[in-house]
């Protein structure tokens, strides 16, 4: 692949047309200053109430666990060969960091905001 489609660019635009979603900003600053830019809102993120600012992180957080299931169906069920799949770990940034993520139980400690994680019980 990489010798057909020759920038990321293309590789990441190849593996969106299959059914990969966008990844959510890493974290809930950027994902204020995204909404920010796209409604033209003029308002600073340090004169949010802490009240906005939680909210602003339980969406963030709740896009992020909606990006995780996405990303192992495409990943387990989308991808045909291990080929592609080797192809998709191999050129997309971060793909099996976020993988890797996705397939373990994962809790974010609300004093730190740092994520905790365990491995999933084998089903």
């Not at 190849?14 to 600053?29: A, E």
Request: net charge negative.
């Amino acid at each position: 692949m990489h010798l057909l489609l020759r920038q990321s660019n293309d590789i990441h635009l190849y593996f969106t047309s299959l059914g990969l979603s966008l990844c959510p900003p890493i974290d809930r600053l950027l994902f204020y200053n995204h909404g920010k830019e796209e409604t033209g809102s003029q308002q600073y993120w340090s004169d949010l109430s802490q009240t906005e600012k939680d909210e602003y992180r339980q969406r963030l957080c709740d896009l992020k666990n909606e990006y995780y299931q996405k990303l192992v169906e495409f990943v387990d069920h989308v991808l045909p060969l291990d080929y592609m799949i080797y192809e998709f770990f191999l050129n997309i940034k971060y793909a099996i960091k976020d993988y890797q993520l996705a397939i373990k139980d994962h809790i974010i400690d609300k004093n730190t905001e740092q994520l905790n994680i365990t491995k999933k019980d084998d089903q």
